[in-house]
C-alpha cells in the first residue's frame, strides 16, 4: 500500500506533467499558425477572421512578438474575466451551466473538506488500532488518517455518524440553491430568447395511416379540428438518406470545382486538367473546371429525379410531422396534451431546435420503440457487467498460438524476439484501450437505436449509460476485487445487509488508489484537454495536404464542443468520490477540491475560446446531474452504514437509517418543485412572450417564419435545383457558371453537409439552415463564405 | 398436514354453511317486510316505493304468497338477466368493470386449470419421490399432486416451466384485451355522459397570496390572462367545519320537528309536548313544535353569524378554488398544462365530480402533501410490518395478571372460574379481531391524512394499503414462519436468491392452508355477503325504535355500495393465490374457480338489487387491478425459480429469467398504451363532445350551470336561510312555517347532511347537490320528498 511518500511522488510526477501541457499549451497557443486550432471560437462568431500578427512572412506563423511571451501565463485570468451572463450569450446556456457544476463542487467540497480535515483527521489520528498493528500490518500513512483507525465499538463513531449528518444536509442545502438558480436562469434563457422556430412547434409523431390521404393531409385535418384557434402549418418528414448521399457526394464536387476556379484565378495562362480514371491517376486528360461542371451537371439531374421519386412515393413520406401553432401558447398546449385516444398516436411533443433534430430517428413508431429500449437495456447491463467477455476473446486471438494458426505465413515474423514481446506485452492492453476508446461511441449508437430524436437527449442518455459503466466498473471494480460479473455473482448471493458491508469495509483501503486516479485522470488529463495536441496535429496535417479552399481550412479548424456524454460522467464520479470519502477518508478531499479549480479555469478557457456547441439545450441536463449526487449521497450512506457494522457500532446503524429517507425525500420534493422547469413550459410564460411579440409578430409573417424552418434538408436543395433549372430555361448559355453561382453563395448555404467530425455523426448534418434568417449559425460555412 | 379427507371435510361443512346463507337469503328477501333492506337500488332509482305485495296488514310484512316459496332461488337467473351496457346506466360504469373483474378471474383461471389438471396433475402424480418418503414424513395426499412430488434433477421441470411460459403468456393475452376493453369502455362512458360540471372544472391549488387581494380575484386574473378565451368562472373553498356541525344540527332539528307535525297531524287533539332538560328527561314541559321551531330559529341567527364571519374573513378562503371553462377543451388543456414558472404555485388537476370531492384537503398546501406522504407511508410500512406489536401489548394488558393489578376490585370476578378461562381464551383473540375489523378504517384515515381530494382515490389508496398488508401479512405471513418483523428481518439478512429459494419451499406444503382460507373467506364469505344480515338487524332496530318520519325511513335503509378498499385487495390476493400455486399445485385452481363464479352471482345481485355507489370514477381503479395481476406473475416466477434452484434443477432457472423481463416489458406497454385513457383526457374527446354540444350550449347558459355547480356546500344553505330571512320580512306571521317548507321542499335539498353511514365518512356529506339539475342523484333525500 501507498505511504504518503508515495503519494507525494505521485503528485509530484502529474503535476509536473500538468505544468509541461501548460507551458507547452501556453507557447503554442501565441504561434498565429495555431490560431485557428487555440481561437476558433472567435472565427466562428465572425469576431476574428485572421491570426492578429501579419507582420511579415515569418510573422504569419510564428510569434515574433516577445513581450507575449512574457506574459504567456495570462490566459487564466483573462479566462475569468468574462461574466456567466456574457458566457451565456457567447457560448450559450449549456456551456454556462456547465461551469457552474465545476464550482458547485468548489462550493460543496470546500467547506466540507475544512470541517473535515479539522474534525475527523485529529479524531481518526489520535491514538488509533492501527498504530498498534502496524508491523504485523503493512498499513499505509493515508489510513492511519482516516476511519480505518478508529478502535471497534469506539464512541468516536458518533462525529462520523454526526459529520455524514451534516455534510449531507450541506450537499442538499447547496444542491437545492444551485437547482434553483439553474432552473430560473433556464427559464429567463428561454423568456430572452428571440422568436425561435421551436417555440411554436409541435413534433407529432405516431400519425395514423388513413388510405387514400396523404400525411401532411391528415395531420391539416385532425389539427385543424382539434386546434382550430391555434393551428397553423405542418412540415412532412422524408425519408431521404439516398439523396442525403447523392448531395453529399455533389457538395465534394462543388469543393473541387472552387480547387479548380480557384486555382486558375492564381495562373490564368494554365488551365487546370484532370485524368477521368480512377481517382484521377488515369485516364483521358481533360479540363477540370469543365469536368466538374459537367459531373454536377449530371449529379443535378440525378438528384431531380431523386426528389421526384420521393415526391411521388407516398412510402417516402414518414408518419410524423411537425405542426406549427400561431403562437407559443398553442404549441405549449399541444405539447403538454394528449391528443387522441389512442395514446400510441398522435403523440405530442416539443419539437428539438432545427440544428438539434436527428432526423433518423423520427419515423419510430411507438410499439418498436418500446421493444427497442428493452433490447438496449439488456444491451447496456450485459455490456457493463459481460464487457471483459469479448475482450478476454480478442486478447486470447491475440496472443501468439492464436495468431500463428490463424496466418500460418506470419511465423518467421512473430519468432523474431522484438515483434514476440511486442505482441505479448502490448496488444491485449491496446485491445482493453481501443475498447475504451470506443465506448462512448458504442454508447451513442446504442442511444441511437433506442430512437431519440434529438442530439441533446441522444447525449444524455449515452452520458448515463457511460455513467453506470464508470460506476460499477471504475468505482465498485476499483473496490471490490473481481471482475464485474464476479462482484454481480457474489451480490446476488449475499444479504441485502451484507452487501454494503462487504464494499464498506474495503472503502478506506482504497483511497490512495483514488487519489492516484484523480491526478493522473483529473489533473495531467485536463492539462491535456486544453493543448488539445490530437486538434493541433489534425489541423497541420489537414492544412498542410488536404486544405485546398478556404471553405477546406475552416472545416479543418474543427473547435469540437464540451463532449457531454464523456464530461459529464466523469465529473459525476469526482462528485461520488468525494462524499464517499469525506467521512472516511477526508484526506482525499483535497485534491478533488484542486481538480474542481483547475479544471473550471481550463473548461473555462475552452468554452470562451475553443468549444462551438452544436446545439443549445438550455441546460437540460441538470435534473441528471442533480440525481446522480443524490444517488451518491445514497451510496455513500449505505457504504457507512456496511463499514459501521463491520466496526461493531452496530448500535450506531440505526442512527443512519434516517438519511437516506431524508434524503430521498428531499429529492423528490426537489424533483417536484424544479424538474417541470426543465420538461414543461409553463403557459404563463407563453402567455408573457407571445404579449410581448404580439406587436412585431403577424400571423402572415409567421407562417412564412415557419414554413421554412422544419423544412427537412432535402427541401431546401430541391429550391436551389429549381432556382437552377429554372435559370437553365431562361439563359441557356450560362447554364453552368449560374447555376454553381447560385448554389456557393452565401446566401444559399444548403448543401452544407460535408462538415464532419466523425463517422458516427454523419446524419447529423441533415440539419438544417433556415433561409432568410442567421439564428442556427452553427455551420463553419453559412458564415464564412 | 390435511388429507384430501380433510380438505373434503372442510369443503362439506363450506358449502353446508353456504347454502343454508343461500336458503336464509332467498327466503327474507321475499318478505315484504325486508324489501327496502334487500332491494334498496330499486327505492332510490324511483323505481319502486312500496314492497310489491300489499294484500291486508299481515302480507304487509309476510310474504303469503306461496307460489313465490317454490321459486325462491330465482334471483340467480335474475341477476343474470340484465346485460352490461343496462347495469352500467343502471348502476354506473364502476360497478360493471367490477364485475368484470370475476369474469376476469375466470377467464383467466378456466382453461388454466383445465390444462395444469390434464397435462402438470399426471405428470406431479406419477412415480414421485414423495410416495418413498410416506412414512418417514407426514405427507399429504395434496401433496402428492403437487411439484413436491418430482425428483430433483428430473426432466419433468421442463414441463413446469413450460407451463409457466405458456400461462403467462395467456394471461397477459387476457389481460391485454380485458384493459383494452376496459379502457374503451370508460371513453365511450365519458362521451356518452351528459353535460356534468367536472368535464368544464379544473381544481386548482397552490394560489399564491398577494396581499391586498382575494383568492377568487387573484384566480380571475391568472386565467383571464393565461386562459384569455376559455376562462368562464371560478369558485372559492371555503374552510367551513364549524358551520357544516351547525348545519347538521339543525337538520336533527328539523327531522323532530317534522316528527311532531306528523304525530299532531295524526292525533290533531293532542299537541306533542316536550321536556325543556336534557335528552327531553327533565325541567318544564313545552309544547314541542314551537319549542323546535323556536330552536331552529336561534341556529338560523347563529347560521347567519357564521355565514357573515366566513365571508369577512379572508382566512377562512382556502388557497384552492374551482375554476370553470367554457368548453370541455379548455378545461382539458387547463388541467393538463403547468400553469406557472414556480411548479408548487397554481397546480391544477380534473376536478372530481361534486359528490366526490374530500372538501376537507383542499387546502393542503403543496410542502406538506410531500411530508404527508412521507410519513404515512413510514406509517404504513411499520403498519405493516410491526402490527403484532401493540396488539401484543394490548394482548399483555388483557391476561389476569395485568388486570388484577390494574383493578384490584375485579378479583373476585376474575378468580371465578368461567371468567378465567373466558379472558384467556377469548380477549386476545377478540383485540386481533377487533383490530382486523378496524384496520381498513384506521387505513382510510391515514389516507385522508395524506391530503387526496376525492373520495374515490381515498379509497384507491386505501386498498392500495390494505392489499400490501394482505400480501406480507395474510400470503407471506402464511408461507413463512414467524411475524412479519422477524420475516423482514431473516429478508434483509438473506442474499438476493435467498429469499424466493426460502419462500419458494414453503409454498407447496401450505396449498392445504389456502384452499380452506378460500373456501372460509371465499365461499362461505360471500354467501354472508348476499345475506346482509347486518344490515337487515339494524334496518329492523331502527325500524322499531329510532324511525320517526319518512324520511328516516329513507335514512334507515343504508344500501351501502361496493366497498372497493376491502374488495379489491382481497380479489388481488385470490388472483395472487391462483397464479402462484397454478404450477405448483394446481389442484387449487378449481377452488378459485368456484370462488369467481360464485361472487359473481352475488355481485350481480346486489350491484343490481342493493348497492348504490356514492361516486362514478368512471372504472378509474382498473390501472390498479392491473398492476397488481402482473405483480402476481412476477412473484410466482421468482417464487417457482426459487422453488426450482431448491430441486437442483438449477440448471432451468436461467430459462425463467427471462419471463419476468418479458412480463415487465408487456406492463410497460400496457401501461403506455392505455393508461393514459384513465388519466388525462385527450382532446380529440374533448372537440368531439364540445362540437356535439355545441348547439344546446350557449354561454350564459353554461355560466349558470356552473356557477352553483362546485359551490361549497356552505352557500346552499345561505341562500336558503336568506330566503327564509326574507320571507321572513315579508310576512312575519307565516315565518316558522314558511321558512321549514322552503328547506324541506323537494325543489331545496341543500341542509341533506344526515344521510350516514360510518363515522370516519361524515365529511363526506359536505357533496353538494347541484340545485336545479337532477344528475347527482346520490342522496336518498332529494329524490323521495
Same mark, same amino acid.
Given at each position: 500500500? *501507498?505511504?504518503?511518500?508515495?503519494?507525494?511522488? =505521485?503528485?509530484?510526477?502529474?503535476?509536473? $506533467?500538468?505544468?509541461?501541457?501548460?507551458?507547452?499549451?501556453?507557447?503554442?497557443?501565441?504561434?498565429?499558425?495555431?490560431?485557428?486550432?487555440?481561437?476558433?471560437?472567435?472565427?466562428?462568431?465572425?469576431?476574428?477572421? $485572421?491570426?492578429?500578427?501579419?507582420?511579415?512572412?515569418?510573422?504569419?506563423?510564428?510569434?515574433?512578438?516577445?513581450?507575449?511571451?512574457?506574459?504567456?501565463?495570462?490566459?487564466?485570468?483573462?479566462?475569468?474575466?468574462?461574466?456567466?451572463?456574457?458566457?451565456?450569450?457567447?457560448?450559450?446556456?449549456?456551456?454556462?451551466?456547465?461551469?457552474?457544476?465545476?464550482?458547485?463542487?468548489?462550493?460543496?467540497?470546500?467547506?466540507?473538506?475544512?470541517?473535515?480535515?479539522?474534525?475527523?483527521?485529529?479524531?481518526?489520528?489520535?491514538?488509533?488500532?492501527?498504530? @498498534?498493528?502496524?508491523?504485523?500490518?503493512?498499513?499505509?500513512?493515508?489510513?492511519?488518517?482516516?476511519?480505518?483507525?478508529?478502535?471497534?465499538?469506539?464512541?468516536?463513531?458518533? @462525529?462520523?455518524?454526526?459529520?455524514?449528518?451534516?455534510?449531507?444536509?450541506?450537499?442538499?442545502?447547496?444542491?437545492?440553491?444551485?437547482?434553483?438558480?439553474?432552473?430560473?436562469?433556464?427559464?429567463?434563457?428561454?423568456?430572452?430568447?428571440?422568436?425561435?422556430?421551436?417555440?411554436?412547434?409541435?413534433?407529432?409523431?405516431?400519425?395514423?395511416?388513413?388510405?387514400?390521404?396523404?400525411?401532411?393531409?391528415?395531420?391539416?385535418?385532425?389539427?385543424?379540428?382539434?386546434?382550430?384557434?391555434?393551428?397553423?402549418?405542418?412540415?412532412?418528414?422524408?425519408?431521404?438518406?439516398?439523396?442525403?448521399?447523392?448531395?453529399?457526394?455533389?457538395?465534394?464536387?462543388?469543393?473541387?470545382?472552387?480547387?479548380?476556379?480557384?486555382?486558375?484565378?492564381?495562373?490564368?495562362?494554365?488551365?487546370?486538367?484532370?485524368?477521368?480514371?480512377?481517382?484521377?491517376?488515369?485516364?483521358?486528360?481533360?479540363? =477540370?473546371?469543365?469536368?466538374?461542371?459537367?459531373?454536377?451537371?449530371?449529379?443535378?439531374?440525378?438528384?431531380?429525379?431523386?426528389?421526384?421519386?420521393?415526391?411521388?412515393?407516398?412510402?417516402?413520406?414518414?408518419?410524423?410531422?411537425?405542426?406549427?401553432?400561431?403562437?407559443?401558447?398553442? *404549441?405549449?398546449?399541444?405539447?403538454?396534451?394528449?391528443?387522441?385516444?389512442?395514446?400510441?398516436?398522435?403523440?405530442?411533443?416539443?419539437?428539438?431546435?432545427?440544428?438539434?433534430?436527428?432526423?433518423?430517428?423520427?419515423?419510430?413508431?411507438?410499439?418498436?420503440?418500446?421493444?427497442?429500449?428493452?433490447?438496449?437495456?439488456?444491451?447496456?447491463?450485459?455490456?457493463?457487467?459481460?464487457?471483459?467477455?469479448?475482450?478476454?476473446?480478442?486478447?486470447?486471438?491475440?496472443?501468439?498460438?492464436?495468431?500463428?494458426?490463424?496466418?500460418?505465413?506470419?511465423?518467421?515474423?512473430?519468432?523474431?524476439?522484438?515483434?514476440?514481446?511486442?505482441?505479448?506485452?502490448?496488444?491485449?492492453?491496446?485491445?482493453?484501450?481501443?475498447?475504451?476508446?470506443?465506448?462512448?461511441?458504442?454508447?451513442?449508437?446504442?442511444?441511437?437505436?433506442?430512437?431519440?430524436?434529438?442530439?441533446?437527449?441522444?447525449?444524455?442518455?449515452?452520458?448515463?449509460?457511460?455513467?453506470?459503466?464508470?460506476?460499477?466498473?471504475?468505482?465498485?471494480?476499483?473496490? &471490490?476485487?473481481?471482475?464485474?460479473?464476479?462482484?454481480?455473482?457474489?451480490?446476488?448471493?449475499?444479504? *441485502?445487509?451484507?452487501?454494503?458491508?462487504?464494499?464498506?469495509?474495503?472503502? !478506506?483501503?482504497? +483511497?490512495?488508489?483514488?487519489?492516484?486516479?484523480?491526478?493522473?485522470?483529473?489533473?495531467?488529463?485536463?492539462?491535456?484537454?486544453?493543448?488539445?495536441?490530437?486538434?493541433?496535429?489534425?489541423?497541420?496535417?489537414?492544412?498542410?495536404?488536404?486544405?485546398?479552399?478556404?471553405?477546406?481550412?475552416?472545416?479543418?479548424?474543427?473547435?469540437?464542443?464540451?463532449?457531454?456524454?464523456?464530461?459529464?460522467?466523469?465529473?459525476?464520479?469526482?462528485?461520488?468520490?468525494?462524499?464517499?470519502?469525506?467521512?472516511?477518508?477526508?484526506?482525499?478531499?483535497?485534491?478533488?477540491?484542486?481538480?474542481?479549480?483547475? +479544471?473550471?479555469?481550463?473548461?473555462?478557457?475552452?468554452?470562451?475560446?475553443?468549444?462551438?456547441?452544436?446545439?443549445?439545450?438550455?441546460?437540460?441536463?441538470?435534473?441528471?446531474?442533480?440525481?446522480?449526487?443524490?444517488?451518491?449521497?445514497?451510496?455513500?450512506?449505505?457504504?457507512?452504514?456496511?463499514?459501521?457494522?463491520?466496526?461493531?457500532?452496530?448500535?450506531?446503524?440505526?442512527?443512519? &437509517?434516517?438519511?437516506?429517507?431524508?434524503?430521498?425525500?428531499?429529492?423528490?420534493?426537489?424533483?417536484?418543485?424544479?424538474? !417541470?422547469?426543465?420538461?414543461?413550459?409553463?403557459?404563463?410564460?407563453?402567455?408573457?412572450?407571445?404579449?410581448?411579440?404580439?406587436?412585431?409578430?403577424?400571423?402572415?409573417?409567421?407562417?412564412?417564419?415557419?414554413?421554412?424552418?422544419?423544412?427537412?434538408?432535402?427541401?431546401?436543395?430541391?429550391?436551389?435545383?429549381?432556382?437552377?433549372?429554372?435559370?437553365?430555361?431562361?439563359?441557356?448559355?450560362?447554364?453552368?457558371?449560374?447555376?454553381?453561382?447560385?448554389? =456557393?453563395?452565401?446566401?444559399?448555404?444548403?448543401?452544407?453537409?460535408?462538415?464532419?467530425?466523425?463517422?458516427?455523426?454523419?446524419?447529423?448534418?441533415?440539419?438544417?439552415?433556415?433561409?432568410?434568417?442567421?439564428?442556427?449559425?452553427?455551420?463553419?460555412?453559412?458564415?464564412?463564405?
Amino acid at each position: 500500500m *501507498a505511504t504518503l511518500g508515495d503519494i507525494g511522488l =505521485s503528485a509530484f510526477i502529474n503535476i509536473l $506533467s500538468a505544468f509541461a501541457f501548460l507551458l507547452a499549451f501556453a507557447l503554442l497557443r501565441i504561434q498565429p499558425i495555431n490560431d485557428r486550432v487555440y481561437f476558433p471560437k472567435w472565427y466562428i462568431s465572425g469576431k476574428r477572421s $485572421s491570426p492578429r500578427n501579419l507582420g511579415n512572412v515569418v510573422g504569419k506563423f510564428v510569434n515574433l512578438n516577445f513581450k507575449t511571451y512574457v506574459t504567456f501565463l495570462n490566459w487564466m485570468p483573462q479566462a475569468l474575466k468574462m461574466s456567466e451572463s456574457e458566457i451565456i450569450s457567447h457560448a450559450g446556456l449549456d456551456s454556462a451551466v456547465f461551469l457552474r457544476i465545476y464550482i458547485l463542487g468548489l462550493k460543496i467540497f470546500g467547506p466540507i473538506a475544512v470541517a473535515a480535515l479539522l474534525v475527523l483527521i485529529p479524531v481518526n489520528a489520535h491514538g488509533g488500532t492501527l498504530f @498498534f498493528l502496524q508491523r504485523e500490518l503493512v498499513v499505509s500513512n493515508i489510513d492511519k488518517l482516516s476511519i480505518s483507525n478508529i478502535r471497534p465499538k469506539s464512541y468516536k463513531f458518533f @462525529f462520523h455518524i454526526s459529520m455524514e449528518y451534516l455534510f449531507t444536509f450541506w450537499v442538499c442545502y447547496m444542491l437545492y440553491k444551485e437547482y434553483k438558480r439553474v432552473a430560473s436562469m433556464r427559464l429567463n434563457f428561454l423568456a430572452s430568447k428571440g422568436r425561435h422556430p421551436e417555440q411554436f412547434t409541435v413534433l407529432v409523431r405516431g400519425v395514423p395511416h388513413v388510405s387514400g390521404r396523404s400525411v401532411s393531409d391528415s395531420v391539416e385535418t385532425f389539427f385543424r379540428r382539434n386546434h382550430p384557434d391555434h393551428y397553423l402549418c405542418n412540415q412532412a418528414v422524408y425519408k431521404a438518406n439516398k439523396f442525403a448521399k447523392l448531395v453529399k457526394k455533389r457538395n465534394q464536387l462543388q469543393n473541387w470545382l472552387d480547387y479548380n476556379q480557384l486555382k486558375f484565378e492564381r495562373y490564368p495562362n494554365k488551365r487546370p486538367t484532370i485524368r477521368r480514371g480512377f481517382l484521377g491517376l488515369w485516364g483521358e486528360r481533360v479540363d =477540370s473546371i469543365d469536368f466538374y461542371n459537367e459531373q454536377i451537371k449530371d449529379l443535378d439531374k440525378k438528384l431531380t429525379m431523386e426528389r421526384q421519386k420521393i415526391l411521388k412515393e407516398p412510402k417516402a413520406v414518414t408518419r410524423a410531422a411537425f405542426v406549427s401553432f400561431n403562437s407559443r401558447w398553442g *404549441a405549449a398546449v399541444c405539447a403538454q396534451t394528449q391528443q387522441s385516444k389512442n395514446p400510441t398516436l398522435w403523440l405530442t411533443k416539443w419539437a428539438p431546435e432545427p440544428r438539434d433534430i436527428y432526423w433518423k430517428n423520427l419515423a419510430i413508431p411507438f410499439l418498436s420503440l418500446t421493444m427497442r429500449k428493452l433490447v438496449i437495456s439488456i444491451l447496456v447491463f450485459a455490456l457493463v457487467f459481460f464487457y471483459m467477455i469479448p475482450i478476454a476473446f480478442v486478447q486470447s486471438l491475440a496472443n501468439l498460438e492464436g495468431l500463428e494458426r490463424v496466418a500460418l505465413f506470419l511465423r518467421p515474423l512473430i519468432e523474431l524476439n522484438f515483434v514476440k514481446s511486442f505482441i505479448q506485452g502490448f496488444l491485449p492492453g491496446l485491445a482493453l484501450k481501443i475498447f475504451l476508446h470506443l465506448l462512448p461511441k458504442l454508447l451513442m449508437v446504442m442511444s441511437k437505436i433506442e430512437g431519440h430524436v434529438a442530439i441533446s437527449i441522444l447525449e444524455r442518455r449515452t452520458a448515463a449509460k457511460y455513467y453506470y459503466f464508470m460506476l460499477v466498473n471504475v468505482f465498485l471494480g476499483s473496490i &471490490v476485487t473481481g471482475t464485474a460479473f464476479q462482484q454481480l455473482d457474489a451480490f446476488l448471493h449475499q444479504s *441485502a445487509t451484507q452487501i454494503p458491508r462487504n464494499v464498506g469495509v474495503s472503502i !478506506p483501503m482504497k +483511497a490512495t488508489f483514488f487519489i492516484t486516479y484523480i491526478m493522473v485522470d483529473g489533473w495531467a488529463g485536463i492539462a491535456g484537454e486544453i493543448l488539445r495536441l490530437k486538434c493541433l496535429v489534425v489541423f497541420h496535417l489537414k492544412h498542410m495536404f488536404i486544405v485546398k479552399t478556404e471553405r477546406d481550412l475552416e472545416k479543418a479548424m474543427d473547435p469540437g464542443s464540451i463532449k457531454f456524454p464523456e464530461t459529464l460522467p466523469s465529473l459525476q464520479l469526482y462528485f461520488l468520490l468525494g462524499i464517499v470519502y469525506m467521512v472516511v477518508t477526508p484526506i482525499l478531499l483535497p485534491f478533488i477540491l484542486v481538480f474542481f479549480a483547475f +479544471a473550471y479555469f481550463v473548461y473555462r478557457h475552452q468554452v470562451i475560446n475553443v468549444y462551438n456547441q452544436k446545439y443549445e439545450s438550455a441546460a437540460a441536463f441538470w435534473p441528471h446531474v442533480h440525481g446522480r449526487i443524490i444517488a451518491s449521497l445514497l451510496i455513500s450512506q449505505m457504504l457507512l452504514m456496511g463499514l459501521l457494522s463491520t466496526k461493531k457500532a452496530a448500535s450506531s446503524t440505526p442512527l443512519l &437509517v434516517v438519511l437516506p429517507i431524508l434524503t430521498l425525500t428531499f429529492h423528490k420534493y426537489c424533483k417536484n418543485r424544479f424538474e !417541470p422547469a426543465f420538461r414543461k413550459y409553463p403557459l404563463e410564460e407563453a402567455v408573457n412572450k407571445d404579449t410581448q411579440h404580439r406587436a412585431s409578430e403577424s400571423n402572415a409573417d409567421l407562417k412564412s417564419y415557419l414554413s421554412d424552418a422544419y423544412l427537412h434538408p432535402i427541401f431546401h436543395s430541391f429550391e436551389d435545383v429549381d432556382l437552377a433549372e429554372v435559370r437553365v430555361d431562361k439563359n441557356e448559355a450560362y447554364a453552368p457558371s449560374t447555376s454553381q453561382g447560385a448554389i =456557393s453563395s452565401p446566401s444559399s448555404p444548403q448543401y452544407a453537409y460535408q462538415h464532419e467530425d466523425g463517422p458516427s455523426h454523419d446524419t447529423r448534418h441533415y440539419g438544417v439552415e433556415p433561409t432568410g434568417n442567421n439564428m442556427y449559425s452553427y455551420d463553419v460555412e453559412s458564415q464564412h463564405h
